[in-house]
């Protein structure tokens, strides 16, 4: 049973435009949750998170928004540059160290 | 080193053969993870490790797999009589402490044949 879902297997973005893309997960103990991005061949890294106890995060061109009551997070990339074309995974947590990891959404930025 | 360093970054293992696969964490971190990657799949947990003791091996998909931190730093994870659905990539992280900050290495990309 998968925790956390990323429906969205890929998704192509006009550069210059909005990217959105977006997690559901079904267990409500899930308090942090973290959006990781990767590079083919590379190992996962941290872009931005977000506590339960929270519904928005921002960080320069990422914000992060979480709706607890439809158990949905999305990370909003704006504007869309070409280097951010990478995997992006969404993840959670119930303790400080353990993550639950959705299969991931492969973000294609066009020029 | 400044990252996560994991060797081999590929290896390729005769079905029934025994892997060590190692992992150099940041110098000073004293929180170490494994997670492990199939294809189309995000990581999925394996351990962790605080220190040089395994605080959380729940992860650990049988008795086949093993892993060490011997001196709190250098771990490895031990496979033995692998099987062709052990194929993934391993990812090793480290933190300053156990959260999230974790800073992953590039993997080490096990085929089983």
């Known amino acids: 049973d998968q925790q956390v879902k990323q429906n969205s297997p890929s998704l192509s973005v006009q550069e210059g435009r909005i990217s959105i893309l977006n997690c559901d997960y079904t267990n409500s103990m899930f308090d942090y949750f973290l959006w990781y991005k990767k590079y083919p061949a590379e190992g996962p890294t941290f872009l931005i998170s977000?506590?339960?106890i929270k519904d928005k995060n921002e960080d320069g061109r990422f914000t992060v928004f979480l709706n607890k009551s439809a158990k949905h997070l999305s990370l909003h990339i704006v504007p869309s540059q070409p280097g951010d074309s990478a995997v992006y995974f969404c993840?959670?947590?119930?303790?400080?160290?353990?993550?639950?990891w959705g299969a991931g959404t492969k973000l294609i930025i066009k020029p | 080193g400044a990252g996560v360093s994991q060797t081999p970054s590929n290896k390729v293992t005769e079905k029934g053969k025994y892997v060590e696969l190692r992992c150099d964490p940041i110098?000073?971190?004293?929180?170490l993870y494994w997670y492990r990657q199939s294809l189309g799949q995000g990581p999925e947990f394996l351990i962790y490790?605080?220190?040089?003791?395994?605080?959380?091996d729940s992860g650990l998909p049988n008795d086949r797999f093993f892993a060490v931190r011997p001196e709190g730093s250098v771990s490895t994870l031990k496979i033995q009589r692998t099987e062709r659905g052990d194929s993934a990539v391993y990812l090793c992280?480290?933190?300053?402490?156990?959260?999230?900050?974790?800073?992953f290495g590039s993997g080490t990309r096990l085929t089983v044949v």
């Open positions: 992280a480290s933190s300053p402490d156990k959260n999230y900050g974790y800073t």
């Open positions: 977000i506590s339960s």
């Open positions: 490790f605080q220190g040089t003791g395994a605080a959380d």
């Open positions: 110098s000073g971190h004293t929180a």
């Open positions: 993840a959670a947590s119930v303790s400080n160290y353990q993550l639950i």
